[in-house]
């Protein structure tokens, strides 16, 4: 048994389902799909030796893990990998995170973020059926819920990281808070407002290398 058996079952069956509702891009263990300004992006994550022993399952079992991509909002840091002039953001350089739970009982583990494949991989269609129909309900849902630059406001605004849910964006208040909402509150017509997150920002020291007055940061975004 090994990892390659599990991206077969992923290909397999999950691949089909994501073509059908608009994810277009794929390697054996991530998947994006590309709406306008949003990509989304879709991870199974793998672990390796020292991480699976401590968490005690199998190397080859996973989480799945989600991203939200905003193309018009800059990114800080690492630059974006391109490929015929498509974005591929992996799910870590996504400004909102989030992660699925498994329903099915594994009573291997307690963490209902990890689906445990059994070393002799008997479990593996279970796991990635289960991990299909989580994607398919509530992953897509979770997409939606990011479309709007309403609702990207409000969370930065009022709603504290949830591992559980939805991460990424850091405390709350965080200069990563200010730089995102700088940014969302410019994407909606808040100049005013946008130029107040942006000020926090240069107060904070943080992002000095991209901007250093708010007008600077607005250019960015032009």
């Not at 994550?45 to 199998?58: K, P, R």
């Not at 498994?102 to 059994?118: M, P, V």
Request: include cysteine; glycine fraction near 6%.
């Amino acid at each position: 048994m090994d990892s390659k058996v599990v991206n077969k079952y992923i290909r397999e069956i999950i691949r089909p389902e994501l073509k059908a509702i608009g994810f277009s891009e794929f390697t054996s263990r991530n998947s994006w799909r590309y709406r306008g300004n949003i990509i989304d992006v879709i991870n199974f994550q793998s672990f390796n030796s020292y991480n699976a022993d401590v968490m005690g399952v199998t190397t080859y079992s996973f989480c799945v893990n989600l991203g939200s991509f905003h193309k018009d909002i800059p990114i800080q840091h690492q630059p974006i990998k391109i490929k015929a002039d498509l974005l591929y953001p992996e799910e870590y350089q996504c400004q909102f995170r989030g992660g699925l739970n498994r329903t099915i009982s594994q009573r291997e583990i307690d963490r209902t973020d990890i689906w445990h494949i059994n070393s002799n991989g008997k479990n593996v269609e279970r796991c990635v059926l289960d991990a299909k129909q989580q994607i398919l309900t509530k992953g897509i849902s979770w997409f939606s819920y990011l479309e709007k630059k309403e609702t990207l406001r409000e969370i930065l605004l009022n709603q504290p990281e949830s591992m559980d849910e939805l991460w990424g964006f850091g405390n709350n208040p965080s200069p990563n808070r200010s730089y995102l909402l700088g940014y969302v509150e410019l994407l909606l017509g808040n100049e005013n407002e946008a130029k107040k997150h942006f000020e926090k920002v240069i107060e904070s020291g943080c992002y000095k290398t991209l901007f250093q007055t708010a007008n600077e940061a607005i250019a960015r975004a032009l």
